[in-house]
């Protein structure tokens, strides 16, 4: 078993430090957590991930926190299949004395009542009965003002985690922000309101689903090569692309999808490319990656291969182009654009000069043990205080993993709760902060009052008038611009899932350990939302469902992408060369994260990525 851990770890691209060590612990955690070496070493890239480790090397000083996060796997995974249980922490120790201390004892002596006052009390309940719809927002917030939960006791409030381009704010790391004046938003003025256009917001609300048969799904994947194909011959930066099938003992050039040509993950002995049906009539042929020294590939990649073929069966690469060449995108049709400008409102001033404050979060929007909704009144209680031209939400706001909603033991329906915690919030506050500010939607494939497919439709709600044009709500994934700047935004978790199918061979001076970036370079060169096939378990994929919405067209400006791993906000370009446009990449985290607080990230656009600042900021 240890040559099998050892092996796993290098077929993912990790070597070994004090190789015995490390391979002894590595084999008391199978034995003692029941994990086969290709579980141990999946454990492994998400602790790495998460950690941020530096270098491609397992040392023994990493054991110690692994086995922690190995036994935090387990016990979330433990409480998943077990519904009714719940592990107690001090925590909820603490809050159930708080709550005996609240709550009364109905046997002790009490004012009595009069006869008088008893029938006033009948007449009262029959007109309160009538009126409890109308208040039930009030007494929710009266309600919920008097319990006790961990979240609300937490002393260390918004405090700077991660910086971009920190020498153009006056914030460092681990400082807590609350109440001094931020930097990052100051700088535009929030009476600027900020202009919106729907670029993609497909498919449209009520569409039909799950209908999608073999038939589109092999149309959308032919569209994705060919594409590819054709971006290549455009380029004029290689060969014209050939059938790889073909036996020859010259170097050609071909274009095809990466595929797993085995059960299981894939590995380096497992990966074969299909060619289009035009070309190959889409055989697969083994892509042999031994003579590279370094190649990233995961199933369902669109790639350009320069190698030969001499036996006709599997051919030998010596150089990968993973990054799609970019084209001229066409001119967007005038339809396609929804100008969301309300010029008319009195005291707003249009300004598009690419300048652009925004502060972007990501579901759940409520901590585990309650559906309170505490981080996200918190987190618009600062959007106050801070006033950005631009709040963007992004699901699951319902979220169909809380015990309470997954159990069937709220005691309201799930578009009530809706309304009345996150639509009703979000009004109050857009008639606070006034005319200036605009709000975003995007929904989740978990948010449980909506459809569960993607590419998903926008959520349908109908604010006030006088507000309508402030509260949009989009599809997932969109692109939309917001004063000129183009923003993309998805809530799958596209890095979490590349990040268990792909195998890569990564030399320290090519990477540097940056394997967020490369999963992140990943969706920028496919010019995909979602360039994963087969798409992880966790996705509803519905190819036959306005499959342009997956396509990024041009390189957007800014991406907003929720991830479990760990947030970071990175500049990564969106085109190849070094005259190639440029891409801020955002992962702002969970706004909430089991029963405490998570992250969300608060970004100044000025003019273009590089000049970008940004701050992702712990709740």
């Not at 309201?412 to 639509?423: A, Q, R």
């Amino acid at each position: 078993m240890e040559d099998e851990i050892k092996s796993e770890f290098q077929r993912s691209g990790f070597s070994l430090d004090d190789e015995a060590q490390v391979l002894q612990q590595c084999l008391a955690f199978c034995i003692n957590y029941n994990l086969s070496p290709s579980d141990l070493v999946s454990h492994w890239e998400v602790y790495y991930l998460n950690r941020q480790l530096s270098g491609l090397a397992v040392e023994a000083a990493h054991m110690s926190g692994f086995q922690s996060h190995i036994l935090n796997e387990q016990k979330e995974s433990m409480i998943r299949e077990e519904s009714g249980m719940h592990i107690y922490s001090s925590n909820d120790m603490h809050t159930l004395v708080k709550d005996e201390d609240i709550v009364g004892d109905e046997n002790l002596p009490s004012t009595p009542i009069f006869l008088s006052e008893t029938q006033n009390l009948d007449s009262d309940n029959t007109m309160e009965t009538s009126q409890a719809k109308e208040r039930s927002s009030s007494k929710r917030a009266s309600t919920n003002s008097n319990r006790l939960t961990p979240f609300g006791q937490r002393t260390n409030k918004f405090v700077a985690q991660f910086s971009l381009n920190p020498q153009n704010t006056e914030n460092g790391h681990n400082e807590q922000i609350e109440e001094d004046e931020d930097i990052v938003i100051r700088r535009v003025k929030p009476a600027d309101m900020c202009t919106l256009k729907i670029h993609c917001s497909e498919p449209r609300p009520g569409c039909r689903f799950m209908y999608d048969k073999i038939e589109d799904k092999f149309i959308a994947l032919e569209s994705r090569i060919k594409k590819g194909i054709s971006d290549f011959v455009a380029s004029g930066l290689h060969g014209e692309p050939t059938d790889a099938t073909l036996a020859s003992q010259k170097n050609i050039f071909t274009v095809g999808m990466i595929c797993c040509d085995g059960e299981g993950r894939m590995n380096k002995n497992s990966v074969s490319l299909q060619g289009s049906a035009e070309q190959s009539g889409g055989q697969r042929i083994r892509l042999d990656l031994e003579k590279l020294k370094t190649y990233s590939v995961f199933p369902g990649q669109v790639i350009g291969v320069e190698g030969v073929n001499p036996s006709g069966h599997c051919l030998i690469a010596s150089k990968v182009i993973d990054f799609l060449p970019a084209c001229v995108p066409s001119d967007v049709p005038s339809a396609k654009k929804q100008a969301m400008d309300q010029e008319s409102l009195p005291g707003s001033h249009i300004d598009n000069s690419r300048r652009l404050s925004l502060i972007v979060a990501a579901g759940p929007f409520t901590t585990s043990d309650n559906l309170l909704f505490e981080p996200l009144a918190e987190l618009l209680a600062y959007a106050s205080r801070k006033s950005p031209q631009l709040l963007v939400l992004i699901g699951p706001f319902i979220d169909s993993e809380h015990p309470e909603i997954k159990n069937g033991t709220a005691n309201t329906s799930f578009d009530d709760i809706f309304k009345v915690e996150i639509i009703s919030r979000l009004q109050d506050y857009v008639e606070l902060m006034g005319s200036a500010v605009r709000v975003v939607l995007l929904p989740a494939t978990r948010d449980a009052n909506h459809d569960h497919v993607f590419p998903q439709p926008a959520f349908e709600i109908f604010p006030p008038e006088e507000i309508k044009n402030q509260i949009s709500c989009l599809s997932n994934p969109c692109v939309f611009s917001a004063n000129e700047v183009v923003v993309g935004g998805c809530s799958v978790d596209i890095l979490k899932h590349l990040s268990s199918e792909e195998i890569a061979q990564i030399t320290p001076e090519t990477s540097g350990g940056d394997r967020l970036g490369r999963l992140a370079h990943h969706v920028l060169a496919q010019r995909s939302f979602y360039p994963l096939y087969p798409p992880s378990t966790e996705v509803p994929l519905d190819l036959s469902l306005a499959p342009e919405a997956l396509a990024i067209s041009a390189a957007p400006d800014v991406l907003l992408m929720p991830s479990d791993l760990a947030p970071f906000v990175k500049v990564l370009a969106a085109e190849e060369g070094e005259a190639g446009r440029r891409c801020a990449w955002v992962n702002p985290g969970r706004l909430a994260k089991g029963i405490g607080g998570g992250t969300f990230a608060e970004l100044l656009f000025d003019a273009s990525p590089d000049q970008a600042t940004a701050t992702v900021v712990r709740i």
